[in-house]
């Protein structure tokens, strides 16, 4: 059972910068950076795999970046450029490897485990 916890969320201003940091309790093959704003349904905005391949969404592709720490287990999302509309909750999840689903850019429904969520606002 990977246990997931996210850190590094806030307030910034618009134009500003946040890292966001994911610490899993072991190894993960696939993991992937959600939000989800009031309102709104959730978002799949980037994930990767353990060589580095990574996906991102259009909404923050160019400024947002995914990287994976392997030995020390800990998934980052750095964030560029902030804008209002990037104001969410943003959870981290993970999944191990299996040969029924591909990474990057899985389904997000592969996802096993979810963090428990860190708040970004931007204004």
């Known amino acids: 059972h990977v246990q997931l916890v996210e850190s590094g969320g806030g307030s910034a201003q618009a134009g500003g910068s946040l890292r966001l940091s994911c610490a899993a309790s072991?190894?993960?093959?696939?993991m992937g950076w959600f939000r989800q704003a009031p309102g709104k349904g959730r978002e799949d905005i980037a994930s990767?795999?353990?060589?580095?391949?990574?996906t991102y969404a259009d909404s923050v592709k160019g400024r947002f970046t995914i990287s994976k720490d392997n030995a020390q287990n800990t998934l980052y999302l750095d964030m560029n450029n902030l804008q209002p509309e990037d104001t969410a909750m943003y959870y981290c999840a993970a999944q191990p490897y299996s040969a029924d689903f591909w990474c990057p850019g899985p389904r997000p429904e592969i996802y096993n485990y979810w963090g428990q969520g860190t708040q970004v606002t931007v204004s």
């Open positions: 072991e190894y993960t093959y696939c």
């Open positions: 990767i795999d353990s060589d580095g391949s990574a």
